[in-house]
């Protein structure tokens, strides 16, 4: 079997799979503790809609955990089948980013590609953010201001972190604009770039975001 759990369904098989391994053990009625077995089982499948019988198998796995390790080893039989994401170098990065000098990246080779869904970095000096993701089958950039914002709720994670207000220029510009047009998107999206990719658990905000942007 290939890799085939991208780091967002991973996410959320974990998530689920801590609600199962709860209520297997602390649920007293069946009934309930069964409906959130089956719940879960729902979300994961909905989650992998072109899975194999087999990869399906390994997943379904989850309804059985009782035990906070037995939670942590079917976690860890899953990483075997998790996809990388793209190999990105400070050369990749600046083609993404053309018009930007002196491009400041992460260390990319020591970031864990297994767990994540997109490279977010920040430039503190020029007050800019930066997101790469795999778009379609190609690596997309979008690079926008990014201002420290208030406490509130990440778009891409849904946790109540702290944000950053990050807001992208629209590459998308209608044949009669006149020269200075321009389009702005903003959102709210974790300071914590790293974090974000530990609990992102759905892709549809982001590439909504990406198209938006890059049209
Ligand atoms: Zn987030």
Not at 22 to 39: F, I, Q
Not at 110 to 122: K, P, S
């Amino acid at each position: 079997m290939k890799p085939f759990i991208r780091n967002h369904q991973y996410n959320l098989i974990k998530k689920q799979a801590g609600m199962v391994q709860h209520a297997n053990t602390s649920v007293s009625d069946r009934r309930v503790a069964e409906s959130v077995r089956l719940g879960a089982c729902a979300a994961v499948a909905e989650a992998f809609p072109d899975a194999s019988k087999e990869q399906l198998d390994l997943l379904g796995k989850l309804a059985d955990l009782r035990t906070t390790e037995e939670v942590d080893g079917y976690l860890l039989s899953l990483e075997p089948y998790l996809e990388l994401f793209p190999q990105l170098s400070p050369k990749d990065a600046s083609r993404l980013f053309p018009k930007v000098k002196k491009l400041k990246t992460p260390d990319f080779a020591a970031i864990d590609r297994r767990f994540l869904t997109y490279a977010g970095w920040t430039d503190i000096g020029t007050g800019r953010m930066f997101l790469v993701y795999d778009l379609d089958g190609k690596l997309a950039g979008v690079e926008g201001r990014f201002t420290q914002a208030r406490k509130g709720v990440c778009f891409l994670c849904n946790r109540h972190q702290e944000l950053a207000l990050f807001s992208a220029v629209s590459k998308v510009k209608p044949a009669n604009a006149s020269p200075d047009y321009y389009k702005a998107f903003g959102q709210y999206i974790c300071s914590d770039s790293e974090a974000c990719n530990h609990h992102i658990k759905d892709v549809a905000a982001l590439e909504n975001f990406f198209h938006l942007v890059l049209g």
